[in-house]
């Protein structure tokens, strides 16, 4: 089956400092990569979604200069979390659509957890 | 405007019981149904996902059913066990476009011996 790998797992940085998050598709091409966003106990809000070689669209309230998204080949994404406060403590993952002969549908990265001291 | 509604918020089911899971939906171009389970610090896994021409799909100790009509769907978990204590989230999309799933606010269950 199709498979995405996202790392780091977790990761804690100081304030003011920026985070990458890597989404990497293992055994297809991530033509679309969705990220979304999930605070402790609540559901997985969209974030975005980036299109290889394109700009990101960002969903309304999600600030595109904060939340940097690169999508610059078919098997990695990029989320880069800039000038991180504590509010941006989050559960990040990330997830691509995979079609094929044997398989359909959305596949999940493990997430990441991040922590902003 | 919340597009996939989800019910209960929570749950708790005794050991080989039948937990029961229900979501309603807006869209009505949606026509892909897939439901996740999440562990604590994972990301979702699917566990079943059905189109809506078929009205119930079944995968082992898990079985969707569809109501097109209504626009409804829930996941039943037969024998419910409690290593299937977990989040659940129902989902939805469009089976031919590029788009993401629009997900419901989950269920936690907690399954009790």
Redesign the interface.
């Known amino acids: 089956g199709a498979v995405v790998s996202q790392h780091p797992s977790w990761v804690i940085c100081k304030s003011g400092t920026s985070v990458k998050i890597e989404c990497r598709s293992l055994d297809f091409q991530a033509t679309t990569m969705f990220w979304y966003r999930q605070f402790p106990k609540q559901s997985l809000m969209l974030m975005a979604t980036s299109n290889e070689g394109s700009k990101a669209t960002y969903e309304q309230g999600v600030e595109k200069d904060k939340f940097l998204i690169n999508h610059a080949s078919l098997t990695l994404s990029t989320l880069t979390v800039t000038s991180a406060h504590p509010e941006d403590s989050s559960f990040y993952i990330c997830s691509s659509r995979s079609r094929g002969p044997a398989f359909y549908g959305y596949t999940f990265g493990s997430g990441t957890r991040l922590t902003v001291v | 405007q919340q597009q996939v509604k989800q019910s209960p918020q929570s749950l708790i089911v005794q050991k080989g019981g039948i937990s029961i899971i229900n979501c309603a939906y807006e869209n009505t171009a949606f026509d892909y149904f897939?439901w996740?389970q999440q562990f604590p610090?994972?990301?979702?896994?699917?566990l079943i996902?059905i189109r809506p021409d078929v009205s119930e799909k079944k995968e082992g100790r898990f079985t969707i059913s569809f109501n097109k009509s209504a626009k409804q769907f829930s996941l039943h978990i037969m024998d419910s066990q409690p290593g299937d204590s977990a989040t659940y989230?129902c989902a939805a999309?469009m089976y031919s476009g590029?788009t993401?799933?629009?997900?419901?606010?989950?269920t936690?269950l907690s399954v009790i011996a």
């Open positions: 897939p996740y610090g994972k990301g979702p896994a699917l996902a989230f999309s590029n993401p799933l629009v997900f419901g606010k989950g936690r």
